[in-house]
């Protein structure tokens, strides 16, 4: 299990993450969220043992990390972190040698995963060449050679099309199953959503929201009804506890302050005629991060 | 943590040594400096103006052409390849017309009561500086002659103004000697010769550290290494890397040398030509019987492992400093323009030799060759030369070793921020922050 308890890091005066703490099992996969500049990148550094934090600690299983238990585990980085003179074959053999392997399982496991990746072909082809996509397949195949107990993906899906997020998608689960504690940042919350049991938001090095996505979500007051039919924007807007609508193409969006408020647009709905749609919806990741972020920046 | 030591030592040092551009920079390198050996053989092969017979022809109007055939006959000493043939002539106009269209000369001698002779020099087209001076020279020559004759000097005397000063040197010191004078001369030359590799190879090193960690600053990569081995053991990989690379580079630059003088020798003493008795004039067994009788051979014992100690050192510490340099910058232009400091002191040696030879015994330059990074050129040709002793050498290996010590402790506090530091902003600051910390 990785355990952050009560991390702060500072660079000279700015303080880039402020008391920060959250834990991943094995087998899960943790969401760190934040727009740019938040401190998730300098977290992963921390993990990575990269750069000491000014005071917490942070542990795997229970001991700090240190070089003699990073070959146990994977980083991929947000920028490319290849060295693309050499073909893809040396840069595994070079970074899976960091890791402790000896040639013969590096050259092994790259095979099953270049297939897996759909880029066998490109073995013995110097990194600049591949393409932006291609590239980051074998920088995610560089994190993995290892068979980590925990990875580290910042910004995994950058500049994958989306065939190519599904076959992300598809290895991290793998992962998952296979036991690998997996922890990551994007700034796409339908992939967080679709992925992470557990997740933290940070704004401005701080931890605004923490926890399990459900419970998140649960307890997260507001709620969205979507409604088609002859409704009137305004009228909606009058009723007690509705906070904004929005009109899309086809129906309405009615966000209310909580779930008992939803019986008066509801008392308004049943006066309207051609109604096809009355849902109660819970409120998407993206909604809850850009309400939580407006509200830490004060907007 | 040691395996992965001896694993990127060993990565970074196939990857210098396996590059083809590095097998194909040696090529051209060893050709060049076969060639440069023999350049003399090289240009004697395939000819020209230098190696054409020098056809004289004199006119004599004043009895004295013996005395000035004599003399010009040794124009050839001047010339680099050349047969001179001197041809006494009669007729003025005739020889003129059988001047044209050829490189021969014509000489017309006159009578001059003021002068002894005046001459006339006649050609087709230009002559070249180093022929005419050779002429004139040995014309001189003759004059000299003919005047000294025309005095009534005896012929014994004449003999004795000509022959040359025998200068007998003595020392006061018994332990000195010609041969040890003569050798440390040759030496001191000798010396000038072994810094050029040298700083070759301080510019070899400095680079390619440069380049290394710029590189994989740059792509990030940086960050998966450090992820996986310390920066320490990342630091000393590269500097153990590039010395074991430029050691590697200089035996290779010691065996094209010696190639060369191979070739030189089987070149020189398979042939009788003109070109290779003008070329034998650097005779290795000559230079070799001058060291070996001035007793200077027997000081190599210590001397020899003296220059070695400053050369690693000395090598240490510019890989070091350019390890921590290249730290701190973020890509290789950057790098580029902190290094130059390095290879302007690296040079500062390299003239001090020069002007060593200018101001023998100045203290001013004996002080400097204690100085790191400087001493490595200078210390071993003053040390050659007999211009400063073993303890001035082992004072400048002490400092060396100092600064070596200085730059992998504080240095290596630098090297750790600098690697993962990917902006400008408070640079120094920063490094002197990372400095202060325990």
Redesign the interface.
């Known amino acids: 299990m990785l355990k952050v308890e009560n991390v702060t890091k500072y660079y000279g005066d700015f303080k880039a993450v402020d008391n920060l703490s959250f834990d991943v099992d094995s087998g899960e996969i943790f969401g760190l969220l934040g727009v740019n500049g938040a401190g998730k990148t300098t977290t992963f550094r921390m993990i990575m043992n990269l750069i000491e934090p000014n005071s917490g600690k942070i542990t795997f299983n229970n001991k700090k990390i240190d070089y003699n238990l990073t070959d146990k585990i994977g980083f991929l980085t947000e920028e490319r972190s290849l060295l693309t003179k050499l073909t893809v074959k040396e840069q595994m053999l070079f970074y899976g040698a960091l890791k402790s392997l000896d040639e013969d399982t590096i050259l092994r496991r790259l095979d099953k995963l270049l297939k897996r990746f759909e880029i066998s072909e490109y073995k013995d082809r110097k990194i600049n060449t591949l393409s932006k996509g291609n590239q980051q397949k074998v920088q995610f195949i560089s994190a993995i050679i290892n068979e980590p107990k925990l990875l580290i993906l910042d910004e995994p899906f950058s500049g994958l099309d989306p065939i190519n997020i599904e076959l992300f998608k598809s290895v991290i689960l793998e992962l998952k199953q296979k036991g690998t504690s997996i922890i990551f940042s994007s700034h796409r919350m339908d992939h967080v959503e679709l992925f992470c049991e557990k997740l933290v938001i940070l704004v401005k090095g701080k931890s605004v929201l923490e926890g399990y996505l459900k419970d998140i979500k649960k307890d997260y007051k507001i709620k969205k009804i979507i409604i088609e039919g002859d409704v009137v924007k305004k009228d909606l807007e009058k009723i007690e506890g509705v906070i904004s609508v929005l009109k899309t193409a086809c129906s309405y969006e009615v966000n209310i302050r909580d779930e008992s408020y939803s019986k008066n647009v509801f008392e308004y709905v049943k006066t309207r005629n051609n109604v096809t749609k009355y849902v109660m919806e819970e409120p998407s990741l993206e909604e809850i991060f850009v309400a939580k972020v407006g509200e830490a920046y004060g907007k | 943590?040691e395996?992965?030591f001896k694993?990127l030592t060993k990565?970074s040092l196939l990857k210098k040594l396996k590059n083809k551009w590095f097998l194909i920079g040696n090529a051209i390198v060893a050709i060049i400096i076969v060639g440069l050996i023999n350049i003399d053989s090289i240009i004697g092969f395939f000819g020209g103006d230098f190696n054409d017979d020098v056809k004289i022809n004199v006119i004599d109007n004043t009895g004295y052409y013996d005395v000035i055939e004599n003399n010009l006959k040794n124009v050839d000493k001047y010339l680099t390849d050349s047969k001179v043939i001197v041809t006494k002539k009669q007729d003025v106009k005739k020889q003129k017309q059988k001047l044209k269209d050829t490189n021969d000369i014509l000489l017309i001698i006159n009578k001059d009561e003021t002068n002894v002779f005046s001459v006339e020099f006649v050609s087709d087209s230009y002559v070249d500086m180093v022929k005419y001076q050779a002429i004139y020279t040995c014309l001189n020559s003759a004059k000299s002659t003919i005047a000294m004759q025309n005095s009534n000097i005896d012929p014994n005397e004449l003999s004795k103004i000509s022959k040359p000063v025998d200068i007998k040197r003595t020392f006061i010191n018994e332990e000195k000697t010609k041969d040890e004078e003569d050798a440390k001369n040759v030496l001191s030359v000798a010396s000038m010769i072994i810094v050029l590799p040298c700083f070759m190879l301080i510019i070899f090193l400095t680079q390619m550290i440069g380049a290394e960690v710029n590189?994989?600053k740059s792509?990030?990569?940086?960050?998966?290494?450090?992820?996986?081995?310390?920066p320490k053991t990342h630091f000393f990989s590269k500097i153990l890397s590039s010395n074991l690379f430029v050691l590697i580079q200089g035996a290779m630059l010691l065996i094209y040398g010696a190639v060369g003088l191979i070739i030189r020798k089987l070149t020189v003493s398979s042939s009788n030509g003109v070109i290779s008795q003008a070329t034998s004039n650097v005779n290795i067994g000559e230079i070799l019987d001058t060291l070996s009788n001035s007793g200077i051979i027997n000081k190599l014992g210590y001397v020899i492992p003296l220059i070695i100690i400053l050369l690693v050192l000395s090598f240490l510490a510019y890989s070091l400093l350019a390890g921590i340099l290249a730290s701190m910058t973020t890509n290789m232009e950057n790098y580029q323009q902190l290094q130059t400091p390095l290879m302007v002191i690296s040079l500062i040696g390299y003239y001090l030799i020069l002007a060593s030879t200018m101001f023998p015994g100045a203290v001013f330059i004996k002080a400097i060759s204690c100085i790191p990074l400087i001493s490595i050129s200078l210390a071993p040709s003053l040390l050659l030369s007999g211009e400063i002793g073993a303890g001035i050498v082992i004072i400048a290996i002490l400092l060396l070793a100092l600064l070596d010590f200085i730059l992998i402790k504080y240095g290596l506090k630098v090297y750790k921020v600098g690697i993962?530091n990917y902006s400008e902003t408070?640079l120094w600051k920063k490094m002197f922050k990372a400095i202060k910390e325990k």
């Open positions: 943590m395996n992965k694993f990565y590189e994989e792509t990030r990569g940086m960050e998966i290494i450090i992820g996986n081995v310390s993962l408070n």
